[in-house]
């Protein structure tokens, strides 16, 4: 989530609010199609206090992918499942890239942040040292003397 709380009477996607004969008309399916895809794990709503099954909008969709990848792909029950746990799988690693990308994107701040304070800690009062090279030439110094 986003970190604030939601209203729990607020409707999303995933509210479990169809019962199977509501959800198997949305669908295009006969209700024990849709007890057939809950027992073989390819679409599982949500469950009452006793027993009843719940479909929520986004169970909907999916069940109208079901039908469409069996029907019109031909794809078996086996097949579609496996194809529903590999989406899944893709859109969980998604959530993970973005959270390791907004990690690294933070990271990164805070050490740009840190380089500023080192450098704004630097005195500016010390003069750069810079090594002079040494040649093979001999310098004599003679002082000057004083005249008489």
Same mark, same amino acid.
Not at 29 to 37: A, F, G, K, N, S
């Given at each position: ?15 479990p609010?169809y019962?199977i004969s509501?959800? &198997?008309?949305?669908s ?6 849709l007890?057939?895809?809950?027992r073989?794990g390819?679409?599982s709503?949500?469950?009452? &206090? ?6 929520s909008a986004?169970d ?6 079901v039908?469409?990848l069996s ?16 989406e ?12 390791l990308?907004?990690a690294?994107?933070?990271?990164a &701040? &805070?050490?740009?942040q ?19 090279q040494q040649?093979?030439?001999?310098v ?9």
């Amino acid at each position: 989530m986003d970190g604030r709380r939601r209203n729990p009477y607020e409707l999303t996607d995933e509210s479990p609010v169809y019962v199977i004969s509501i959800a &198997a008309q949305l669908s295009g399916l006969h209700p024990q199609t849709l007890r057939q895809y809950d027992r073989l794990g390819l679409v599982s709503p949500d469950r009452t &206090a006793g027993r009843g099954r719940r479909y929520s909008a986004r169970d909907i969709e999916l069940l109208r992918t079901v039908q469409q990848l069996s029907q019109d792909e031909g794809i078996n029950l086996a097949g579609i499942k496996r194809i529903i746990e590999l989406e899944n799988q893709v859109a969980a690693l998604q959530q993970r890239v973005a959270e390791l990308s907004a990690a690294v994107d933070g990271a990164a &701040a &805070a050490m740009q942040q840190r380089e500023a304070q080192v450098h704004a800690s630097y005195r500016r009062d010390l003069v750069p040292y810079q090594e002079v090279q040494q040649t093979g030439a001999l310098v004599v110094w003679r002082p000057k003397r004083p005249k008489d």
